[in-house]
Nanobody
Framework: QVRLVESGGGSVQAGGSLTLSCAASGHTNCMAWFRQTPGKEREGVASINVDHTAAYADSVKGRFTISKDIAKKTLYLQMNTLKPEDTAVYYC???????????????????WGQGTQVTVSS
């Protein structure tokens, strides 16, 4: 099991930017960012395969960028042009396979971080 620790959340005004980080304790396969708001299911935001190819939810395409630094064992999510509807707790997760583009089935992600709050005010 790999331990994942998110950081970088905070409060920002609409149109602003934030970068989330997720530090892993060991090797990971395909990884993804999810987010969740109260009363709603956790939804996939972006995923990145071991070859660094990425996939995004339609709601964040063109605004968010997922990346990873293998040497630092760290996953990132650069969030630009933030909107109030981006407000959520953001989680990073590690998939069971090397390639998981667009697969946001939570049951296939074996390791999860504790989450970091992102609040976007209008």
């Amino acid at each position: 099991q790999v331990r994942l620790v998110e950081s970088g959340g905070g409060s920002v005004q609409a149109g602003g930017s934030l970068t989330l980080s997720c530090a892993a304790s060991g090797h990971t396969n395909c990884m993804a960012w999810f987010r969740q708001t109260p009363g709603k299911e956790r939804e996939g935001v972006a995923s990145i395969n071991v070859d660094h190819t990425a996939a995004y939810a339609d709601s964040v395409k063109g605004r968010f960028t997922i990346s990873k630094d293998i040497a630092k064992k760290t996953l990132y999510l650069q969030m630009n042009t933030l909107k109030p509807e981006d407000t959520a707790v953001y989680y990073c997760a590690a998939h069971t396979r090397w390639f998981c583009s667009g697969d946001f089935d939570r049951n296939r992600f074996k390791d999860w971080g504790q989450g970091t709050q992102v609040t976007v005010s209008s």
